[in-house]
């Protein structure tokens, strides 16, 4: 009835999902959330509603202990200072998920770009404490293949031998992303308004080869 009448179901999931995910970055890593909106009325075709949100925060957990295994690039132990949380606080999913983040990011500065981390989190309700391993799958290492252009500069043989001194790598080098980032941050100045480093950089992997093609598109 509800869905027939207001319409914001996903807006009401939405809501509720972030009032869940409040309580688990506080330690309750099991908490449960239901909602109930009601439909107050509807001006100019838009409803407004009001929503009671039912928690049932449950236990709150504290990380006992956070293993990494699969790595063999890096030891456990460098990987370890990436997660933003230690032994016997309070479990938070929010930090994991940095943690996580940053290993993406780290793994991505020495071209292994593919590198996936799979958490198990194993929580244990009689001690309300929580065991989380990480296996890490780190796929292969990426070096850069080619760097080429297209779009705005595309035929501007000046302009891309700036781009090319500018950059902090080149053909061979290993990939590493924050390189980009810096690229596009440093030098603003003269490339074409508001270029970025997602919008502007197309991306092509060679798995076989292990390398990675740069296509500058600049608009």
């Known amino acids: 009835m509800y869905k027939a009448e207001c319409g914001c179901d996903d807006a009401v999931k939405e809501l509720t999902e972030r009032v869940r995910y409040l309580y688990q970055e506080h330690g309750y890593y099991k908490a449960q959330a239901q909602s109930t909106p009601h439909l107050l009325d509807v001006d100019g075709g838009k409803r407004r509603v009001s929503v009671d949100v039912h928690i049932e925060q449950n236990l709150q957990y504290r990380l006992r202990r956070l293993d990494l295994t699969g790595q063999k690039a890096f030891s456990a132990e460098q990987l370890r200072t990436l997660f933003p949380i230690q032994q016997g606080e309070v479990f938070n999913v ?54 080429g252009f ?55 992997q060679n798995t076989r080869q292990h390398t990675v093609d740069l296509y500058f598109v600049f608009k």
Not at 114 to 130: L, S
Not at 178 to 196: A, G, I, V, Y
């Open 94 to 147: 929010e930090k994991i998920r940095e943690g996580l983040d940053n290993l993406r990011e780290f793994y991505g500065e020495y071209g292994h770009i593919n590198m996936t981390p799979v958490p198990d989190t194993k929580p244990d309700d009689a001690q309300a404490i929580v065991d989380l391993s990480i296996d890490i799958d780190e796929g292969a290492q990426f070096r850069i293949g080619t760097i």
């Open 150 to 204: 297209s779009g705005a500069g595309a035929g501007d043989s000046s302009f891309q031998q700036r781009v090319l001194k500018s950059l902090k790598f080149k053909s061979g080098d290993v990939f590493n992303g924050r390189l980009l980032e810096e690229f596009f941050n440093e030098n603003h100045s003269w490339l074409p308004p508001d270029s970025t480093a997602d919008g502007d950089i197309e991306i092509a």
